[in-house]
């Protein structure tokens, strides 16, 4: 008897489904996409209707060769990839390589479940679909968009910045609300205001802390300490009373299980887990875990939704787990219901896990630290949501006063006390901001209308208003959402591109662009602002969503795209400003010819350079702007892939960051060249002008100069305490080639050409009698090695200690 092929993603997922299905199964997996467009042409022909030409994936023919010999001898084929666009288009193109002709050709179903569960799995196959070509269309609209985007850019920027850049239809418009949120930043002008806190005592404990509310029943707008001062001295000696005690019941609601957005977000404020993390874990929850004698069963429902819905029967069971688990008090009347997005996609559920019975301590034998951490996480929100409100009673005292001026002051006390903890008992989602006051956690005495009060104290403090915040991956993928740019499944990749692309830099957990990516935002957006507006972004994704229901055509939303996007392209060829050979004029002289200087643009960045050149090579860097304090310094900084904090270590090549979760987690981020140190003066003197030294940071790293640069050019080499073993005549300095990589030579150079990647060490090899041996560091540690390389001398000088 025949059997019936199943194709899926990942070897993982095979496992579990397999489990499943039996010995009538054959199981295979795809590893993702079997074909793609070729990274070496567009492959869009633009005249045919936007025809796209795809390709196998390079590694993927003997793959495919291996799926075809299992359909020959299969009666049917399941395609059972991923339930989203991208699993469809997977399906679609196995379709097509599988397909065979002839009334014995096996016939293709497409199967979809949302939960990797023995019944779920089991009801996908007995209900199997076609392949939905509106997915199929959705997806190859947006690829199509985003190689057109890339081929037709790209080549403006290699042109007009530097070659390798390139940009991205989504990634760019996320790029420019970091480099808008940072110019918001810098252009923020602080302004001074002033609260004023009183401490009175009660007949009972404790003392009562009210802050200035009303100043003759007005807004009390204290904009600088005069003011604060004249508030001050007219309460001086003054008498308070209580005007008012008014309590009322507070119901604090749950909120509803994850989405992929809300998911992503949460994990990184709760587990500091970046959102490409977040995506990884989840989908091995997804796909499956080993769980000892029950084998590979999947922990959570598909972690790709924007749907809040909720099956009937995790319903049932998730209520029947919460009267059994806190009792009938916890458990609403009915089920809580949550509604969602208008364009949300229903067919999917919220991520939730597959059993609310298999509780994070029933299976955290199972699972790594990181998985049980997500786990936990999905498991708390989801039963949350099906938990009664949380109840406080809301007390807020009005303290009273006239003043000497009799113009009436009112300093007002609010807190909170928990009746009934309600899904608080489970989970609370996390916050993006601190709370300075926070109500909850006050005490208020006991206190009744008309009493009188005794003063302890009375507090000024200056405030200053504060800039909005740096972007957080949480902070980010919620603009994103809000604004409609991108979708939930793809932030991870976004925010990954632009990282990898140096277009940002993420310090202390928060992102803001490098110089390279606010030069690229500003091209992009001289020639493209209508293509890479957020609004006109959002609407695009709002077509594809068209496409995917059938309602639109996608060659309809490709032209419509094309017409727009063609004519900025013939537009940005002529006009883009050339960055590359643009020059702005300075008030610097250059010290070698005294012709003027101008800022230009090389490889590292903007440079100062002499308008004498090619004659006058002379150059400098371009004096930093310090950043005034944005409120972000000395924040602490978690590792993005395991949420320990990362600390500040010393390496062989300067200092980085590490996790502490070292050796488990082995996460470094060398620091980043924005990340310029304030010069640190030495008592040694220069040479060659008698001024101080200073500590300098540069491109690559810290290194020795006068003080009183430019006029003094003196930099101190740093000798490693070795004689040249050639000329015997110089020392042997630490270099660095033009890559910033380290070498050392001699300082006699170009009189004596000696050169070695390692470090020498003053000593001769015991085994040849070479001259020298150098330091060379492997795994196991710090050798001392021969460079004579028909001498096999090597000597451990020290074991390697975990960074």
């Known amino acids: 008897m025949s059997k019936s092929l199943v194709i899926v993603e990942s070897p993982a997922k095979a496992k579990t489904i397999g489990k499943y299905l039996g010995n009538d199964y054959i199981v295979k997996a795809s590893l993702g996409h079997i074909k793609d467009l070729p990274k070496s042409d567009l492959a869009v022909n ?3 209707g936007f025809e796209p030409t795809y390709v196998v994936i390079e590694g993927k023919k003997k793959l495919i060769a291996e799926l075809k010999a299992a359909a020959k001898g299969a009666d049917k084929i399941f395609l059972a990839a991923d339930p989203d666009r991208e699993g469809e288009a997977i399906c679609f193109h196995l379709q097509e390589e599988l397909q065979g002709k002839g009334d014995k050709a096996p016939k293709i179903f497409r199967v979809m479940f949302n939960e990797i569960t023995k019944n779920a799995v089991h009801k996908a196959f007995e209900n199997p679909l076609q392949v939905n070509t509106g997915l199929v269309d959705a997806q190859q609209a947006r690829r199509i968009l985003d190689r057109l985007v890339g081929y037709k850019i790209s080549p403006l920027l290699w042109d007009k910045v530097r070659r390798g850049l390139s940009a991205g239809r989504v990634q760019t418009v996320a790029l420019r609300l970091i480099v808008d949120r940072e110019r918001e930043i810098l252009g923020f002008n602080k302004e001074e205001y002033w609260t004023i806190d009183l401490s009175l005592n009660a007949k009972k404990a404790p003392v009562l ?45 749950p909120v509803p299980p994850f989405i992929t957005s809300t998911l992503q977000q949460d994990s990184a404020r709760k587990l500091r887990f970046s959102v490409k993390r977040t995506m990884v874990l989840a989908q091995r929850l997804y796909e499956g875990m080993e769980m000892g004698d029950e084998g590979a069963t999947g922990l959570i429902t598909y972690m790709r939704t924007d749907s809040v819905r909720v099956s009937d029967d995790a319903l049932g069971e998730v209520r029947k787990f919460i009267g059994e688990k806190y009792g009938e008090a916890y458990l609403p009347e009915k089920a809580n219901f949550y509604k969602g997005k208008k364009d949300a996609q229903d067919a999917h559920e919220a991520i939730r896990p597959t059993s609310a019975f298999l509780t994070p301590e029933s299976v955290a034998q199972y699972l790594q630290e990181d998985e049980l951490k997500l786990y936990k996480l999905i498991w708390m929100r989801f039963v949350a949501s099906q938990i009664m409100p949380a109840v406080f009673d809301q007390t807020t005292i009005d303290v009273a006063t006239p003043g000497n001026s009799k113009i009436g002051y009112t300093f007002r006390a609010t807190g909170s006390v928990e009746k009934f903890d309600g899904f608080l008992k489970v989970y609370e989602e996390g916050k993006d901001t601190k709370d300075d006051d926070d109500e909850a956690t006050r005490k208020l005495p006991a206190v009744t209308q008309g009493e009188e009060l005794k003063f302890k ?6 405030h200053f208003t504060e800039p909005p915040p740096r972007f957080t991956e949480a902070t980010l993928v919620k603009e994103l959402e809000a604004k409609g ?11 990954s591109t632009i990282q990898e692309r140096e277009y940002v830099k993420k310090e202390g957990g928060k992102f803001g662009p490098t110089e390279l990516g606010t030069v690229v935002t500003d091209l992009l957006l001289e020639s493209f602002g209508d293509i890479f507006d957020v609004l006109y972004t959002a609407r695009l994704e709002e077509e594809l969503d068209e496409i995917e229901a059938g309602t639109m055509d996608w060659r309809v939303a490709m032209a419509e795209f094309y017409e727009k996007f063609s004519a900025d392209l013939e537009r940005a060829a002529v006009q883009m400003t050339d960055i590359k050979r643009m020059e702005k004029p300075t008030d610097f002289i250059c010290d070698k010819c005294s012709k003027a200087m101008v800022i230009k643009w090389g490889r590292h960045g903007s440079f100062i350079a002499c308008t004498g050149y090619p004659e006058c090579t002379s150059t400098r860097e371009l004096p930093t702007t310090a950043t005034e304090d944005l409120g972000e310094q000395g924040e602490d900084e978690y590792c993005p892939n395991c949420g320990r904090p990362m600390v500040l270590k010393k390496g062989r090549f300067g200092q980085f960051m590490a996790c502490t979760g070292y050796p488990d987690c082995k996460t470094t981020r060398q620091l980043g060249q924005g990340e310029k140190q304030p010069d640190v003066q030495l008592d040694e003197l220069c040479p060659e002008c008698g001024k101080n030294l200073v500590t300098k940071s540069g491109r690559f790293g810290e290194f020795t100069a006068c003080s009183d640069y430019p006029t003094c050019k003196y930099v101190k080499q740093k000798t490693v305490g070795v004689k040249c073993p050639d000329c015997h005549e110089g020392d042997i300095i630490e270099r660095r080639s033009k890559k910033g990589k380290t070498f050392y030579g001699c300082n006699k150079y170009p009189k004596c050409e000696f050169v070695a990647w390692g470090k020498p060490i003053d000593r001769k090899c015991p085994d040849c009698g070479g001259s020298h041996l150098i330091e060379k560091f492997l795994k196991a540690g710090a050798f001392a090695q021969c460079p004579n390389k028909e001498c096999k001398f090597k000597e451990l000088i020290a074991e390697a200690v975990p960074a």
Do not use: C, F, M
């Open 485 to 495: 740019v991108g979708r939930p499944s793809t932030y991870a990749s976004i925010l």
């Open 457 to 462: 104290s009375i507090d000024p403090e200056q």
């Open 46 to 48: 633009v005249d045919l």
């Open 209 to 253: 802390k009210a802050r200035l509310a009303k100043v003759a029943g007005e807004n009390p707008g204290i904009r600088d300490e005069a003011r604060a001062k004249e508030i001050l001295a007219d309460v001086d000696q003054a008498r308070y009373t209580v005007q008012s005690v008014g309590t009322k019941e507070k119901k604090r609601n």
